[in-house]
């Protein structure tokens, strides 16, 4: 499925519209330093298979992700700037690593946002396209025509064993047996088949509870980890249900979601507790170097 | 405001518990109190969101810390306060057929409560709930006072989809999902209205204040009723 994602809806949740935007937000944002945007900007994110667009003006794009992208049918490099044509056919074809993936034009999309976004909420239908996935045969208007200077990124390197994710424990730990939190801290989790854009799926040792994991619906963070009674933990993403009634053992560390939307299913992944103070040390400290990385462009 | 506990919600948003009870007063007190942040325009402060029983704070950690961030939200909570009123003025009926192929969960809360399903049906139906708050997906109403005859445990596997229009127990807890969505509550019904329709304006036809009361229609009636799609005019009753 592809859709256009920019960061994200912010300042709807007690209407229920959920913040949606890219999954991965750092693989967008190097896709957008590659054409001259903003980090934030407007691209197409695509999950597993990517689309085949063709070109009537010249432009400027780039694509990330684990992605092995042709134009007019020879293989071109991912992460780097690729000046098109009039009648170019970039083809973006299937996921050789990873889920995810982004392709990013110079002057983003001539498209309204809708909410103070651009990015498409499929469920609800706002954003993007009609908030439509893309489909064959649409035509998207861009803002701006030009060729830039080529840059290159050196892709990232695949990881390989256990995911590590990062989680600060809370608010509902008090729902838990020590049992399970034990078991959630030192047993390896499987990505499941389900997990979208919703949510996370994991498979892996059951978590225990004192007495069951309903709760009075509250509300949900990004990379909230929700518990239902099958102890099988949910991880909510970008489309999440902005309120929940199961308990929360906790949610993943901003910088570590960008790692785990990339997480394919049968992936293994293992959580590490830190607190809130050192979660937001580790953002600051990632923003910073982000900032000095796009003053290079 | 005495007994409230902060905890953080990750690193970009804070969790303020007020208590562990759905209660009009209670649900009045963090709704005002969401409104004296929102006004304190606290630097880094995003979006403050109201739920039952707590408040999510959203805000940026590049502009303040969740230490710094939770002692300036417990100092404004300490401020007493006078509380807004739920708006008991308007009542919004939504039609809804129960049980058969719209409420499969029907004969499984009729079991568990030790209920028959006209038991049930006529218990959840005929009477006002008060909406608390909207939020889980666009136009979805949390309602209140759902008799406590008929609490039932949501399921342990969560559906990966509900259809629209969906009427469902989860707990003690009772609401429409207004487009369709992965769910954990026991269906019991159908409404074939488009809850939310973001071309119409008001998107949603209700707000958190307003009650809602659900009226039994047949199938006939709900395939006459979905035909009219938006032509179809809601009951709304003001100043009851």
């Not at chain 1, 060729?147 to 729902?175: F, M, N, S």
């Not at chain 1, 979208?196 to 309903?214: K, P, Q, S, V, Y």
């Amino acid at each position: 499925m592809t859709t256009i994602q920019d960061f994200g809806r912010s300042g709807y949740l007690s209407s229920g519209i959920t913040s949606s935007g890219a999954m991965d937000t750092h693989s967008l944002a190097l896709a957008n330093l590659l054409v001259g945007n903003p980090m934030d900007a407007a691209g197409l994110e695509f999950c597993l298979f990517g689309p085949t667009v063709a070109f009537d003006s010249d432009s400027c794009v780039s694509v990330t992700g684990g992605f092995s992208p042709k134009l007019n049918g020879a293989p071109v490099k991912s992460y780097t700037t690729l000046n098109v044509s009039t009648g170019d056919v970039l083809e973006v074809g299937y996921a050789q690593s990873g889920v995810y993936g982004y392709l990013a034009v110079s002057g983003s999309f001539a498209i309204e946002a809708v909410l103070g976004s651009m990015s498409t909420n499929t469920r609800c239908g706002i954003g993007g396209v009609d908030g439509n996935r893309l489909s064959d045969g649409m035509d998207i208007a861009l803002r701006q025509e030009e060729h830039r200077e080529c840059k290159a990124i050196i892709p990232p390197v695949e990881e390989t064993g256990p995911l590590y994710i990062r989680v600060i424990l809370g608010p509902q730990t008090d729902r838990f047996t020590k049992r399970g939190l034990d078991a959630f801290l030192g047993e390896e989790y499987t990505v499941a088949v389900q997990s979208d854009r919703m949510g996370i799926r994991l498979e892996g040792a059951a978590i225990e509870t004192i007495n069951g994991t309903d709760i009075i619906s509250d509300g949900t963070a990004l990379g909230a980890i929700q518990v239902p009674g099958n102890g099988q933990p949910i991880i909510l993403m970008a489309d999440r249900q902005t309120t929940g009634g199961y308990a929360k053992l906790g949610v993943i560390a901003s910088i570590d979601i960008p790692r785990l939307a990339q997480a394919k299913p049968g992936r293994k992944i293992r959580f590490v507790s830190i607190s809130v103070e050192d979660a937001q040390k580790n953002y600051a400290d990632y923003c910073n170097a982000m900032k000095r990385f796009a003053s290079e462009f | 405001m005495k007994n409230i506990s902060i905890a953080p919600l990750g690193d970009h948003a804070l969790c303020v518990t007020f208590g562990n009870a759905i209660s009009v007063d209670l649900s009045n007190t963090i709704r005002s109190y969401s409104q004296v942040i929102a006004d304190a325009r606290l630097t880094g402060v995003g979006e403050v969101v109201p739920t039952y029983c707590t408040m999510m704070i959203c805000y940026d950690p590049l502009q303040i810390g969740y230490g710094t961030l939770s002692e300036k939200i417990r100092a404004l909570l300490k401020q007493p306060l006078p509380s807004a009123e739920i708006d008991l003025t308007r009542r919004v009926h939504i039609p809804v057929c129960y049980g058969g192929k719209f409420g499969p969960d029907l004969s499984f809360v009729a079991q568990h409560t030790g209920l028959t399903e006209e038991e049930v049906i006529s218990r959840h139906a005929g009477r006002d709930y008060p909406i608390f708050m909207l939020g889980f997906l666009p136009g979805f109403p949390y309602l209140g006072d759902l008799d406590s005859a008929l609490n039932t445990p949501r399921l342990s596997s969560p559906r990966i989809r509900i259809a629209p229009g969906s009427v469902g127990i989860g707990g003690e807890q009772t609401g429409i999902y207004p487009i369709a969505s992965p769910g954990g509550w026991r269906l019991i019904g159908r409404t074939p209205i488009k809850l939310f329709d973001p071309k119409r304006t008001p998107a949603t036809p209700y707000v958190a204040g307003n009650r809602i009361r659900f009226d039994p229609i047949s199938e006939l009636e709900y395939n006459a009723i979905f035909e009219q799609g938006s032509d179809y005019q809601l009951w709304i009753e003001d100043g009851v």
